[in-house]
């Protein structure tokens, strides 16, 4: 009724399902607690529960198997081993999608030797729906993600909130707003909006012999674009898009020395 096209079960991020899932927190002797099966059962019985009322091509859900020293949840011997029950039992309904969350922190797993890396690359065998990554990912990243046939699909989420017209800049290449958690769902334009001319004037001062380190210039040549984020990222897009190449990776030293720093 209110024009929704589907529903997501969010059963991640130490919320009431990702409670049930996990051993350290899931602490009940009845059918509830124990074993994977009696673990997952509360998020089976909300499923079949909404499909009552929304087709279940319309259904998808979200894990955060990784998240750790959260909320109270830590990664353990059984985590893996219980996601991954979860996502093949799922695998026998025609939901719409499975949407993961990669490590975020890189101190989330320290000192860790039950993590995944890797999220997506582990459950992308065991799910029989697409699948949607999320977590940690910039354009260039999410979209190699996707040629390597690691996901189906990117979400975006702190990105979102600070970029309100964020396909566009993905689309023509052009620099994102960085996300500042302080204005996040607090009005106002603050923290919310970088005027996306910024790249195209790069472009248009620059011109297509830039010097880089000196009296190096940019050439025709290998472009490291993995070493690049944000910024960096676009800026190294933006020119690989006009033929050049980079033959040094300091881009800030560059933006400062031409008089380009905001």
Request: hydrophobic residues 45%.
């Amino acid at each position: 009724q209110a024009g929704f096209d589907g529903v997501e079960l969010h059963s991640s991020n130490g919320y009431l399902f990702h409670q049930f899932f996990s051993r350290c927190s899931n602490q009940r002797d009845d059918e509830y607690g124990g074993s994977h099966e009696n673990r997952a059962r509360f998020f089976f019985e909300v499923l079949n529960e909404v499909a009552r009322h929304v087709p279940m091509e319309r259904i998808g859900f979200r894990l955060n198997p990784m998240l750790n020293r959260f909320h109270g949840i830590a990664v353990d011997a059984d985590t893996v081993p219980m996601w991954s029950y979860l996502v093949q039992e799922a695998s026998r309904f025609p939901l719409a999608y499975l949407h993961l969350t990669e490590v975020v922190h890189p101190r989330q797993l320290l000192d860790n030797p039950h993590g995944l890396d890797d999220v997506a690359a582990h459950f992308r065998p065991l799910a029989a729906m697409p699948l949607i990554d999320n977590g940690a990912l910039y354009p260039f990243k999410a979209a190699k993600r996707i040629e390597e046939g690691l996901c189906d699909a990117v979400a975006f989420g702190q990105a979102w909130i600070a970029n309100p017209d964020l396909v566009e800049r993905i689309a023509h290449y052009l620099p994102l707003a960085p996300a500042d958690p302080t204005t996040f769902y607090s009005g106002g334009a603050s923290g919310y909006i970088l005027p996306i001319s910024f790249a195209r004037a790069v472009l248009a001062k620059w011109g297509e012999t830039v010097g880089v380190g000196g009296d190096r210039k940019l050439r025709h040549g290998l472009i490291p674009l993995a070493a690049f984020t944000d910024l960096r990222f676009t800026l190294v897009f933006l020119l690989h898009k006009r033929g050049i190449g980079f033959v040094d990776g300091n881009v800030g030293g560059l933006i400062k020395r031409k008089g380009l720093a905001t």
